[in-house]
C-alpha cells in the first residue's frame, strides 16, 4: 500500500455531500433550510463566482463532454456547487479546490444518470449508421460519438478519487492545490492521477478492441 | 539509487519543478526511467486529448458569460431556487418537483415530513383511511445543512401529490381570522419592548398533500444509485400516506425596519392518515432506505407515538444554524429555537390538537414571556 492509498480513505469533506447517490437530479439540495432564509448568502460569494466560475465550468465540461448539451449542462453544474458554496462555511482560502471537487463529483453523479439515456441514444446511433451502409461521415460521426462516449464510461468507473484528481489536475489545478482541495500528499497526487490517466488508457483501448 | 515512482515521473512531465533535485539526476541518467517516462508523458497527453474542452461560442465575450451566470444565481438564490434551480439532467424532462406546489416544492422537505409522519405512526392494524398520527407534543429533531441536501427526493421512492393549493389572505382584525378559521386568535397581553403597533392578521385553510410509497419506483431508483433496496414489506407498495395541517392565523408585528419583530401563529396540528400496511413496519422500512441521513433516521426511530392517544411532532432543526431548548408555557412542555447568531428565536408547543408558535427577532426569554402571557 503506498501513499495515495493510505491517504485516499477519508472523504474529503462537503463536496462528497453533493456527490451522494440518488440525489444528483434533486433540487432539493439547493435550496435553503425550511426557514432559512434565501438570501443567506456568505459575503465573498461574487468575488469567489467572479474568480473561479469559469474554471468550475471548466471542470464539470472535462467530466460531461465537448457537446454543446454537455456544456449546458456544465454550467448547471457550476450554478449548484456555488448555490451549495454560497450556503456552506468553507474557508475563503480553501473556496476554489471545494468548488472544483463538488463540480466533480456533481458532474460524474450526472453523468452516471445520463450513461442510462446514452445506452438508449446509442442504440438508436448504431441503427441508423446500418441504415445507412456506413457512409464516410456518419461513420466518422458514430466513431467520435462512440469516443467520447467511452471517455466518459471510463472516467464514472474509476475510483471516485482518482477521477476527481484526474480532472482537477487537467482543469489546471497544481499539484499543491489538487492535493489541498483532496487531502493528499504532492507525491499521492501524482501516484494518483497516474492510476487514473494509466485506467483511462486501458478502459479506451478494452473499447477499442471490443468494437 | 532506487527508481523514482511512476507518480513522480508524471510530476516530472507537467510540473517538473515539484520534482527534487536527485530524482530529476536519476531519471536523466537512467534508461529504464526514461522509457517508463515516455509511457507516463503518452498517457498524460493521451488524457489531456480526451479531457480537452474546446471554448464555449462566444468566448471572447467571457465577461458577459460570467455575468449572466452571476445574474442566474443571484435569482435562483433570491427566490430560494424554486424557478431557477440548476438541474442537470433537465433535458431529460426530469422535472417531477416543478410540479408540486407550495411546500412540496422543497422535495427533501417532504421526504422529511413523509418520514416523519410514518416515525410518528402508531402501529396499528391496517384498515381504510386511518388516523395514524395527531400531533400532541412537539420535540426538536437535530439535523445539518448537510443533512437537509441529503435527504432524497421522494419521487425516488413514490408519488407525492399536494391537494388543493392553500390560500394565505390578509384579513382586517382578530374576529375576520377568528370566523375564517374557527380558531381562537392568541391575544398578546403585553408587547416587548420595541414592538408596537397592531399586527397584520392572516389566515390560511387547510392543506393536505399525501404520498403514495411505489416499490417498482424505489426499486429502480436504488438500482440506479447502485444501492440495494431492502426488502419491501408485504402491503406497503401502494400505501398511501396523507398529511393534514391547518387551518391556522398568523399575527405579525413589524418593526421600524419592516422586518417581523414578533409573530404568533396558531393552527390546527398535523395529523396524518394511512390506507394500507401496518405502520411500525412501514416507519422502519422509510427509514432504512438509501438516502436518509443516518443520525436523522436514528433520531426519528425514537418517536414511536401512543396509539390513538397522539404523537410526538419531530420539529426538524438545522444544527448547525440553530440550537434548541426545552421551556414551560403554562405547564405545557414547549421547545425553544435559536439561530446561533442570536437574530432570531422562537418558542413553538401544542396542546389540546392545536400548534402554537411565538417567533421574532427577540431573546428567547422575552418569546418566552410572550408565550407565557397569550390570552
Known amino acids: 500500500m503506498d501513499a495515495a492509498d493510505r491517504t485516499s480513505t477519508g472523504p474529503p469533506g462537503p463536496p462528497l455531500a453533493l456527490a451522494a447517490p440518488a440525489r444528483t437530479l434533486g433540487t432539493g439540495r439547493t435550496r435553503a433550510p425550511a426557514g432559512g432564509g434565501a438570501l443567506d448568502l456568505r459575503p465573498d460569494l461574487e468575488a469567489v463566482f467572479r474568480r473561479d466560475h469559469a474554471l468550475v465550468v471548466g471542470v464539470a465540461a472535462r467530466v460531461l463532454g465537448a457537446s454543446a448539451d454537455a456544456r449546458g449542462q456544465a454550467e448547471d453544474v457550476a450554478q449548484e456547487v456555488f448555490l451549495a458554496f454560497a450556503r456552506s462555511r468553507v474557508p475563503a482560502d480553501r473556496a476554489r479546490g471545494w468548488l472544483c471537487v463538488a463540480a466533480t463529483h456533481t458532474a460524474l453523479n450526472a453523468l452516471r444518470t445520463r450513461r442510462r439515456r446514452a445506452a438508449r441514444e446509442d442504440a438508436a446511433l448504431s441503427g441508423r449508421a446500418a441504415d445507412e451502409a456506413v457512409a464516410g461521415d456518419v461513420a466518422d460521426d458514430v466513431v467520435a460519438a462512440e469516443e467520447r462516449r467511452g471517455v466518459r464510461d471510463a472516467l464514472a468507473r474509476l475510483p471516485r478519487r482518482q477521477a476527481t484528481a484526474l480532472v482537477l489536475r487537467h482543469s489546471g489545478l497544481s499539484y499543491a492545490e489538487v492535493a489541498s482541495a483532496l487531502h493528499l500528499s504532492p507525491t499521492s497526487v501524482g501516484t494518483t492521477v497516474r492510476r487514473a490517466e494509466s485506467a483511462l488508457r486501458e478502459e479506451l483501448r478494452n473499447r477499442a478492441s471490443s468494437r | ?375
Open chain 2, 1 to 375: 539509487m532506487r527508481h523514482p515512482a511512476e507518480g513522480v515521473l508524471r510530476r516530472v512531465v507537467d510540473e517538473p519543478a515539484g520534482v527534487s533535485d536527485p530524482d530529476h539526476q536519476h531519471v536523466a541518467a537512467c534508461a529504464r526511467c526514461q522509457r517508463v517516462l515516455g509511457e507516463v508523458r503518452a498517457d498524460a497527453g493521451a488524457a489531456a486529448g480526451v479531457l480537452a474542452v474546446a471554448a464555449p461560442a462566444g468566448h471572447g465575450v467571457a465577461g458577459a458569460r460570467t455575468d449572466a451566470a452571476w445574474h442566474r444565481l443571484r435569482s435562483a438564490a433570491a427566490d430560494g431556487a424554486a424557478d431557477g434551480a440548476p438541474r442537470p439532467g433537465a433535458a431529460t424532462g426530469s422535472s417531477r418537483a416543478q410540479r408540486s406546489r407550495g411546500w412540496l416544492r422543497r422535495p427533501g422537505v417532504v421526504a422529511l415530513g413523509v418520514a416523519v409522519v410514518v416515525a410518528g405512526a402508531s402501529t396499528a392494524a391496517a384498515s381504510d383511511w386511518l388516523r395514524i398520527f395527531q400531533a400532541e407534543s412537539v420535540q426538536p429533531v437535530s439535523f445539518t445543512s448537510t443533512d437537509l441536501v441529503d435527504l432524497p427526493d421522494p419521487s425516488a421512492f413514490g408519488e407525492a401529490v399536494s391537494g388543493e393549493e392553500v390560500r394565505v389572505r390578509t384579513v382586517d382584525s382578530a374576529e375576520a381570522a377568528e370566523a375564517a378559521t374557527g380558531i381562537a386568535v392568541p391575544r398578546v397581553a403585553e408587547l416587548p419592548r420595541g414592538v408596537t403597533g397592531e399586527p397584520t392578521y392572516q389566515v390560511g385553510e387547510q392543506g393536505s398533500s399525501s404520498f403514495t410509497f411505489s416499490a417498482a419506483r424505489a426499486a429502480a431508483s436504488a438500482e440506479a444509485a447502485g444501492e440495494d433496496l431492502p426488502p419491501v414489506p408485504a402491503g406497503l407498495d401502494g400505501t398511501t400516506v396523507r398529511l393534514t395541517a391547518g387551518p391556522g392565523v398568523l399575527a405579525t408585528w413589524s418593526s421600524s425596519t419592516g422586518l417581523p419583530a414578533l409573530a404568533v401563529a396558531r393552527g390546527v396540528a398535523p395529523t396524518a392518515d394511512s390506507s394500507g400496511a401496518p405502520f411500525g413496519e412501514v416507519r422502519d422500512y422509510l427509514l432504512s432506505l438509501p438516502g436518509l441521513p443516518a443520525d436523522v433516521a436514528a433520531q426519528l426511530a425514537t418517536f414511536t407515538g401512543d396509539g390513538s392517544t397522539g404523537s410526538t411532532l419531530p420539529l426538524p432543526v438545522p444544527a448547525d444554524r440553530a440550537t434548541t431548548g426545552t421551556a414551560d408555557v403554562d405547564g405545557v412542555p414547549a421547545t425553544t429555537v435559536t439561530a446561533r447568531d442570536g437574530s432570531t428565536s422562537a418558542v413553538v408547543w401544542t396542546q389540546d390538537g392545536e400548534l402554537t408558535a411565538v417567533a421574532g427577532t427577540l431573546s428567547t426569554d422575552e418569546l418566552l414571556a410572550v408565550a407565557r402571557g397569550l390570552r
